[in-house]
């Protein structure tokens, strides 16, 4: 995965609601240390400083995104989702 350059992978997040539409919220990329061949595994420290601001059930998404082109799940990867109540 290309690190640099016009189109650079980093890993984000989305928040969505129990019916999975996605909630305005701060979206910050962790970007990755280096390039990542296929089938590699890293570990990337991410911040996740805001939840959303309205009480309810929410999904974390986190995904690869090659940034100005697509997430990864938008073209068949499955990403990390985890469930959260906001209080």
Do not use: C
């Not at 305005?24 to 962790?30: G, K, P």
């Not at 990542?36 to 999904?59: C, F, L, N």
């Amino acid at each position: 995965m290309d690190t640099e350059g016009p189109h650079p992978t980093n890993v984000g997040f989305r928040w969505l609601d129990r019916n999975g539409v996605r909630v305005a919220a701060e979206e910050i990329r962790s970007g990755l240390a280096r390039a990542v061949a296929t089938s590699e595994e890293i570990v990337v420290p991410m911040t996740i400083r805001r939840a959303p601001e309205q009480a309810g059930r929410y999904q974390l998404v986190i995904d690869l995104v090659r940034e100005g082109v697509t997430w990864f799940s938008e073209r068949g990867v499955a990403p990390m989702q985890m469930p959260f109540t906001v209080k």
